[in-house]
């Protein structure tokens, strides 16, 4: 086992895998920038080293000066945590040439999944049922309208190498793919520096549902069954249960069959996610994460497995020590995105913490490297804290939660506990009537009613 891990990311998620470390009988170092010199995971860290200036070019993706703290503090793994450089096969290459163990999946299968053409087509190949599209990137544009006219419009222009909404066009006939893909491309280029894009068939009331898996990458592979993360604005999470409420035991056992079968077959290290586009009692692979999720919790709290540690356990060399059988599913869980933002507006709320109370109780797990007197940076993301509850079932999930959101209290900025507070509330919610568009529609016409 490792005996110092380093912690290459802040927030929450550095928090989140400073405590597993600790409760492993690991020491820690923390990175950090200037910006967030009083954060709590340098607080709570063994060591810390700062890494740089606020923006995240010259600190947390700034690979020499990561690796040097590194060296300098004698760490002998690192943790990527998410975003940043958790999916950046160069970094996870570098890590391995110095030496040092890459907490996550090899930088072969990061560069892999990565690309999501590349992905796709592995996932074909794999036997995982994906969303019809472009034959690969899109390269001559007559052949692209060509083909979307037989999957039939409208079709959803995609970057291959990036996420979160960038470069991403609905088109509904050939005169817009025609004037979209270029645009996409821009965007993409100016995005993720790879201006490749492609398209799928646009589907109109799709669920996004994802599998959790871990893999040893032995040849072992389990998943920790299916999140529902539906609830989406511009393409962002902002709730995410587990189990799904609209998805059959069977559907459950089809799918992670799949996913497993495939992971395995990759000899897949680490833990990580294949997203699905879920319709009319269909899958369609969409990409897959290699790393660890915002809303992991979910997952650990239905399954009580603990995923970073898991994480961590396998890349010290450990091999699965349960198998499918093992893994029971137990009750319902959701997971509540609280950003530092207007409530109605959306607008970013950096800032300081006058006021800080966090709800707790049976079933109520908060995720957050919050404090009184913090000072929220706005160089960063939004996301400042996570709220997760659990239950027998889902309706106590919505009760208990319920009552996590009135008790919660971060004053000082604004959040979205509002806008959650409001969800709760909605028959669409309450019934699991709803798809990855109705957020959307929700804000456009109740939500400033």
């Not at 646009?202 to 069954?225: S, T, V």
Request: net charge negative; charged share 25%.
């Amino acid at each position: 086992m490792f005996e110092k891990v380093l912690i290459a990311n802040r927030g929450e998620i550095a928090l989140r895998v400073l405590r597993a470390c600790r409760e492993m009988g690991i020491h820690t170092v923390a990175v950090h920038s200037t910006a967030d010199a009083q954060a709590m995971h340098v607080r709570l860290a063994d060591e810390s080293v700062c890494i740089g200036p606020p923006s995240v070019r010259e600190s947390y993706l700034n690979i020499p000066a990561i690796l040097s703290a590194a060296s300098i503090t004698g760490a002998d793994a690192i943790h990527p945590g998410l975003g940043f450089l958790s999916e950046n096969a160069d970094f996870a290459h570098m890590v391995e040439e110095h030496g040092l163990t890459f907490i996550g999946p090899t930088p072969e299968h990061i560069r892999m999944m990565g690309d999501k053409v590349i992905a796709k087509r592995i996932a074909q190949e794999l036997g995982i049922p994906t969303v019809p599209g472009s034959d690969g990137a899109i390269g001559d544009i007559d052949v692209a309208c060509k083909r979307a006219a037989e999957v039939l419009y409208p079709v959803l222009i995609k970057a291959s190498g990036g996420g979160g909404g960038r470069g991403m066009k609905v088109a509904n006939n050939e005169e817009e793919l025609r004037a979209l893909i270029p645009i996409a491309q821009g965007e993409a280029k100016a995005f993720f520096n790879n201006d490749e894009v492609y398209f799928e068939k646009y589907l109109d009331k799709p669920r996004h549902i994802e599998m959790q898996i871990l893999g040893d990458g032995q040849g072992n592979a389990i998943h920790l069954g299916e999140r529902d993360c539906s609830l989406q604005r511009s393409h962002q999470k902002i709730l995410e249960e587990a189990p799904s409420p609209v998805l059959t035991t069977a559907q459950r056992e089809e799918i992670g069959a799949i996913a497993t079968a495939a992971i395995a077959k990759l000899n897949y290290r680490g833990a990580g996610t294949l997203e699905f586009l879920f319709q009319d009692g269909q899958f369609a692979f969409i990409e897959m994460n290699t790393r660890i999720q915002v809303e992991h919790p979910v997952s650990e709290l239905i399954s009580g497995i603990d995923l970073v540690q898991e994480q961590i356990r396998i890349a010290a060399g450990g091999t699965l020590d349960r198998t499918q059988a093992d893994v029971v599913l137990r009750g319902h869980a959701i997971e509540c995105r609280i950003n530092a933002e207007h409530p109605l507006t959306f607008a970013p709320s950096p800032g300081l913490v006058t006021t800080y109370h966090a709800p707790g109780g049976y079933g109520v797990r908060i995720d957050s490297a919050l404090y009184q007197g913090y000072r929220v940076p706005s160089q960063y993301d939004s996301l400042v804290s996570k709220l997760i509850v659990h239950g027998r079932d889902r309706r106590e999930c919505i009760m208990r939660l319920r009552r996590a959101l009135a008790e919660y209290v971060i004053a000082g900025i604004d959040t979205n506990i509002p806008l959650h507070q409001r969800l709760m509330d909605e028959p669409d919610f309450i019934a699991g009537d709803y798809d990855i568009h109705w957020l959307e529609r929700f804000v456009a016409t109740k939500l400033k009613e």
